[in-house]
């Protein structure tokens, strides 16, 4: 006969293991910024950490933080619980499911970092008193309050450099001075082009030859539509960058804005003569060829690009209009599931949706534009299209709701009216339908069919006559 044990189950020597597994958690109030993952009891044992150890987190990234026990009610639920900055330094969202384990950390002597933005003067003893005790290593993000804000930096090398280190009040931190060619770039890449103008004018002045500054001074002025001065920044970059491909093509979209369409597809030609696969200047040189009317050419410089990269979005959502145009709706559903297939984007599920409405098949354009919704839900049209399919299926209420919401996202409210009003009407609401219908007739006087669908709800009223007695006209939206 076996022995029983008195020794309860929880009681047992936990197994020892390399790793483990948990799902990612936000981290308690307390422990944002301070470089904390808790972990429950029994995976700490698991793992032979004791409190204060460091432990590895592994992402789709790998990082590490300080290994801190759970609260007792999270015990057991297999969960990890970290902050943002961790998440963000494991490549990890909540409910992600991430590995874990063991390992050892030194003390770090040195460490160089570089501000991820433009950061005042500061005395660099500071990083070592706000960062004591936190681990980390090269590539991680770290960050410092700063009176009511943050200061954030990149970890670009650590000293010792074989393993991840500790912060102690005696690490020495180098912070990077960014120049003004970093700055200008970051400032593009947030889209504060003209203070990227700036800083490209200020390289261009200490360094004459500089002359990639001037090319992305070229880039700035152009996201601004100042499309005259942008030709003139690339001009000066192509006096001694001849053959740039690149800059060729910039050169010609800019011109292509000016209405310069023979002189932008000579850019692009040139380009082409340069670098003969080069996808963008096909594509910038069949885009002025659609304008043009040109559209065979412009369908064979799409096809030019798909044969070079099928994944080319671009060219497929190009083509899916070209073909739109050309009432060939079945080739222009085809290049919009393309686009879809590549990369969902809310104006090929649109287009399909409309495609989809005018070929009578509402049932598909419908979920053409829910999905279209689920992309970008604060795009006016595509709850207004949504609205129009809704009335074709004579489910005005749904067309109604759809229409209210296109109005909370767009300025140009007129239009919409009269469909609001058509469905008002349907609905039985007259007092609604008129009130619509007078807001669209201050701007189109001579719609003679909405004067009649008011008329005929204003008859309803004085004769008090039910919807079914005089029905609104079978007019379809």
């Not at 008195?6 to 958690?25: G, R, W, Y």
């Not at 004459?208 to 700035?220: E, H, Q, R, V, Y």
């Not at 129009?388 to 919409?416: C, G, P, W």
Request: glycine content about 6%.
């Amino acid at each position: 006969m076996g022995l029983f044990s008195n020794k309860k189950e929880s009681d047992k020597k936990a197994e020892k293991k390399d790793f483990i597994q948990a799902t990612v958690l936000e981290a308690y109030s307390r422990d944002v910024g301070h470089g904390i993952a808790r972990i429950d009891a029994n995976s700490m044992k698991e793992l032979g950490v004791i409190i204060g150890d460091v432990i590895e987190i592994v992402g789709k990234q790998k990082t590490v933080a300080k290994c801190l026990p759970l609260y007792p009610s999270d015990e057991g639920k297999k969960i990890i619980r970290v902050d943002g900055l961790i998440r963000n330094n494991s490549d990890s969202d909540i409910g992600d499911f991430i590995t874990i384990q063991k390992i050892k950390a030194v003390v770090a002597k040195n460490i160089l970092v570089k501000p991820l933005k433009e950061i005042p003067p500061i005395d660099e003893r500071y990083l070592a008193d706000a960062l004591e005790s936190v681990p980390l290593i090269k590539g991680d993000t770290i960050m410092v309050p700063y009176f009511d804000d943050s200061l954030s930096f990149k970890v670009l090398e650590t000293d010792p450099t074989e393993q991840p280190v500790w912060i102690t009040i005696e690490t020495i931190f180098h912070i990077e001075n960014i120049d003004d060619f970093q700055r200008g770039l970051d400032e593009y890449q947030n889209g504060n082009y003209e203070k990227a103008i700036e800083f490209f004018e200020q390289c261009s002045k200490d360094n004459p030859d500089d002359t990639i500054s001037l090319f992305n001074k070229g880039l700035a002025l152009y996201q601004l539509n100042r499309y005259d001065e942008a030709i003139d920044s690339f001009d000066f970059y192509l006096k001694t960058n001849k053959t740039n491909a690149e800059a060729l093509t910039c050169k010609g979209n800019a011109l292509e804005k000016i209405g310069q369409n023979e002189e932008a597809i000579k850019c692009f030609d040139e380009a082409l003569e340069i670098k003969p696969n080069y996808c963008d200047a096909l594509y910038s040189k069949g885009t002025v060829l659609r304008d043009l009317g040109k559209s065979d050419d412009a369908i064979k410089c799409f096809d030019e690009i798909l044969q070079i990269d099928s994944n080319y979005s671009n060219a497929w959502y190009a083509k899916g209009v070209l073909f739109s145009n050309l009432k060939k709706y079945e080739d222009a559903i085809k290049c919009f599931d393309e686009v879809n297939r590549i990369n969902p984007y809310y104006g090929a599920w649109n287009n399909k949706g409309n495609l989809l409405t005018d070929l009578g098949k509402y049932d598909e354009a419908k979920k053409c534009f829910l999905k279209a919704i689920e992309l970008d839900e604060n795009q006016p049209d595509l709850w207004y299209n949504l609205g129009f399919v809704y009335m074709h299926t004579k489910n005005f209420q749904d067309a109604l709701d759809s229409f209210d919401i296109s109005l909370e996202h767009r300025t140009d409210t007129v239009d919409i009216q009269k469909q609001r009003g058509f469905c008002f009407a349907q609905l039985g609401k007259d007092k609604d339908a008129i009130a619509c219908f007078n807001a669209y007739l201050v701007h189109h006087t001579d719609d003679m069919e909405v004067m009649k669908w008011k008329k005929i709800a204003q008859l309803r009223i004085e004769t008090d006559s039910s919807f079914q007695d005089k029905p609104m006209p079978n007019s379809e939206p």
